[in-house]
């Protein structure tokens, strides 16, 4: 009979790390998988992360190879194994990876979030020759180049930002006539005068042959189409969450996000749920670790009423 883990958490991101040290603090007996090698899950792709609190400007990568040493510190790491499907069998849950099968009697899933794709035609023909879905990985191609950033957001204000210091022209192309962006990025947006905001404007086709050579966006309220010659389209029109395999194993909302509230508690007795993938207002590194800890209180408190 293999062993029988009290947790096993899935994912490596700032709720996977943070859940590992709270697991191995409470002397649990931990499985913790994660696809990636490195650490870190969505932050890696950050170039600086402005607002986790008493570390002003730490770059992404730096944050999580920062966390992942304190989990180390604490004797634990994770595995690198891609999880495939996890089954509820009662007291037990069933992780199946494409090597093993673990058991373990409750299960943390802490998977994060992918980018979203815009579902255009040349998004995926042209992807990884000037389509990108990170500024912070593939931006120093582009130097003096011309870049368009598509989205409205944080990510997609950052990545303008990032790349206004290495391009020669950086385009914004949002749908609508306002950024959702933090003010304090709007701000620092316009502050190198070589970022222009394309309002009310959609993304309707990505051109090239071997390489991105333009953009062709329609705006929307005349209906006019344009191009935009450009040597990049960077995407950044928000997250989905990870949660395609554990969509008969969990209550998931409309959007795809596991139903939890903050204590990571999920519908399904013994799993539980945390950072990004679960249902809540804000997805931050800040909030992400919050969700570790509790997710693990969470587990321990229904392991210590299950004995
Ligand atoms: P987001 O906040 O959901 O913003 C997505 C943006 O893409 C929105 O402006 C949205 O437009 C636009 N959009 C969505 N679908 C689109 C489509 N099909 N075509 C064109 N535009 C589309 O996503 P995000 O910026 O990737 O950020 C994800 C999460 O990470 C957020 O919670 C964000 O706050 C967080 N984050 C935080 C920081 C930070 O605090 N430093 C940095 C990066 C990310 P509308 O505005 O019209 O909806």
Excluded at 213 to 231: F, H, K, M, P, Y
């Amino acid at each position: 009979m293999s062993e029988v883990y009290d947790i096993a958490i899935l994912g490596a991101g700032p709720a996977g790390i943070s859940a590992a040290i709270y697991a191995a603090r409470a002397k649990m007996n931990t499985l913790w998988l994660d696809k990636q090698f490195a650490q870190g899950g969505q932050i890696l792709n950050t170039y600086e992360v402005d607002n986790y609190p008493g570390l002003p400007g730490i770059s992404g990568m730096d944050l999580g190879e920062a966390m992942g040493e304190h989990a180390a510190k604490l004797g634990i790491e994770s595995v690198r194994e891609n999880v495939l499907a996890v089954e509820d069998a009662g007291e037990e849950k069933i992780i199946r990876t494409k090597k093993n099968e673990y058991r373990a009697r409750t299960v943390i899933l802490a998977c994060g979030a992918s980018h979203r794709r815009l579902g255009i035609p040349g998004e995926e023909e042209l992807s990884g020759v000037g389509v990108s879905y990170c500024a912070t990985c593939d931006g120093a191609f582009f130097k003096d180049k011309t870049a368009v950033v598509v989205g409205g957001g944080n990510m997609a204000v950052e990545d303008a930002i990032f790349l206004s210091r290495i391009c020669k022209k950086v385009y914004l192309v949002h749908r609508r006539d306002e950024l959702r962006a933090d003010e304090i990025l709007q701000e620092s947006l316009t502050a190198d005068g070589n970022v222009e905001v394309i309002w009310n404007s959609v993304a309707v086709e990505i051109q090239g042959e071997e390489c991105v050579t333009g953009l062709r966006i329609r705006n929307v309220q005349d209906n006019t189409e344009s191009v935009i010659n450009t040597d990049g389209v960077f995407i950044a029109v928000g997250i989905i969450p990870n949660t395609e395999k554990f969509s008969g194993l969990v209550k998931l909302d409309e959007s795809g996000y596991i139903i939890a509230g903050e204590e990571g508690i999920t519908q399904t007795p013994g799993i539980f749920a945390a950072g990004d993938i679960r249902t809540k207002m804000l997805r931050q590194v800040v909030t992400a670790v919050s969700d570790g800890a509790n997710a693990v209180t969470s587990a321990h408190n229904y392991l210590i009423r299950q004995r």
